[in-house]
């Protein structure tokens, strides 16, 4: 399970878009993945970026406080921190966190700003303080979604529970 599964379940058998580029999490050598997918970026520009916000405040897997908002790759390898490997229990993509990887590939920040548009959805009451950090607290990679608000076409889709934590 991963989120390019469930954009794959959710949207895309659903819309139909032209051309989808997963990673492959599941590659033998994933730092040869990485620099697969790093091409296919450079040389394929993507418009849309989907995403999500994680509970700790990370976008992909850019986990705080090591997310660099100026990271000169576009893929790479990380440690999952102990909150991201926790979410993906809580999320049920896992059945316990002895299940879940310790390592994962994730887009950079760059790499999800060079897309012309970034759709982020985030569901769940688990992610309603990370959402109020997202939109009321400093710009700052304790919470790398707070960069969102840099990108010129950044969209939040939230529910009534992720967003009950808003000033609004």
Do not use: W
Not at 82 to 105: I, M, T, W
Request: charge should be negative; proline fraction near 7%; hydrophobic fraction near 40%.
């Amino acid at each position: 399970q991963n989120f390019g599964h469930f954009l794959r379940v959710r949207l895309f058998e659903r819309v139909r878009p032209g051309v989808v580029h997963y990673l492959d999490g599941m590659a033998g050598d994933l730092d040869a993945e990485c620099v697969r997918y790093s091409t296919l970026l450079e040389t394929n520009p993507f418009d849309i970026a989907c995403i999500g916000i994680g509970e700790n405040g990370h976008i992909a897997f850019n986990d705080p406080p090591v997310a660099d908002f100026d990271d000169p790759r576009l893929v790479k390898v990380v440690d999952l921190d102990l909150a991201s490997r926790q979410q993906q229990v809580h999320d049920g993509c896992f059945e316990n966190l002895e299940s879940v990887p310790k390592k994962a590939l994730t887009l950079t920040i760059p790499a999800i700003f060079s897309a012309r548009y970034i759709y982020c959805m985030v569901p769940a009451p688990t992610k309603a303080e990370a959402v109020k950090k997202t939109l009321e607290g400093p710009i700052a990679t304790a919470c790398p979604a707070t960069v969102l608000r840099r990108h010129e076409n950044a969209t939040l889709f939230l529910d009534k529970d992720s967003s009950k934590q808003l000033k609004i």
